[in-house]
């Protein structure tokens, strides 16, 4: 697939790329998850026309019920899907381009198991309630990445893939301590943490969008603004450096940055997995870009994430699975798709 040309546009002293293939392929993802937002508020017990859903959202609805569900019910459930795909396309795409590996994605080098344990024994030692594991699933996930981090340094620089493998094996062994923490707490507790465990939209609330939105909010113009040096530093650490770029402090504020995405969406809905992954590939081979697929990569996240609860409840009604296990089993597929038409593997 051939590279899009860019186009200079220019103000001042400042320049900035123009990709149109960037900006359509953008658009349309978009809309797509615009339209399958929509679609989503109609699903459930309740089946509402898009024409319905719309005149709800905007208070010209005539059924007082199909109002109350929407804003109380479906909305929250749909935005949080959105800020957490978003969070995890982009944490996936700064990973990938930090590790130089395709398999660099939060769930993947641990990460995410480090957000799950802090919630874990929040669960399981203290019986807390979903703000303290929330909170527990930040930090905990901070801390793991700190000591991933610190782990993979050799000399003076880190990345590559040593940062995947000592993330491997860090996640391996906080997955061992998890599961002896659910072994140790009783029955109860033990399903809750089971539960949280599995990854679910079932039962959020504007309690859990306002965070995942503020966090998402907060942190993507760090990203943003970082994303020429993270570039650079796609080109090698010795490049980026004449180029000018402090290598490891942008591979740091990359890396918290990430961390952060990957904390808050944990946070909001439990471990998610293969978004992170997944996300970040397609935007690239949908935009022939050799940028990193930051908002492209969010935008598509979103979208793989709703199609994921789409799934979940029109072709697994009976089921009533998880949207944790949905993209486990959605992303083995892509998973494996990849491995069989890759030449390299």
Known sequence: MKTALPAVIRFASYSLLWRPRVMLIGTLLMVLTLLLGVMLLGVGTLALSPGEVLASLFGAGDNPTAERVIWRVRLPRVLTAVCVGAALGMAGSIFQSISRNALGSPDIIGFTTGAASGAIVQIILFNAGPLGTSLAAVLSGICTAALVFVLSMKGRTSGGYRLVLVGIGVGAMLTGLNTILLVTGDLDQAMTAQLWLSGSLNTRTWAHVLPAALGLVLITPVAVYQARQLNLLEMGDDTA?????????????????????????????????????????????????????????????????????????????????????????????????????????
């Open 241 to 345: 450096s004449q180029l000018g770029v402090s290598v490891e402090r942008s591979r740091l504020l990359m890396v918290m940055a990430a961390v952060g995405l990957t904390a808050i969406a944990t946070a909001a809905a439990g471990p998610i997995s293969f978004i992170a992954l997944a996300a970040p590939q397609l935007a690239r081979r949908l935009t022939a870009s050799p940028d990193i697929p930051l908002l492209t990569g969010a935008v598509m996240g979103a979208l793989l994430l709703l199609v994921a609860d789409l799934v979940s409840q029109r072709f697994t009604q009976h089921l009533n699975l998880p949207i944790g296990l949905t993209t486990g089993l959605l992303g083995g597929l892509y998973l494996l798709w990849l491995l069989a038409g890759s030449r390299k593997l």
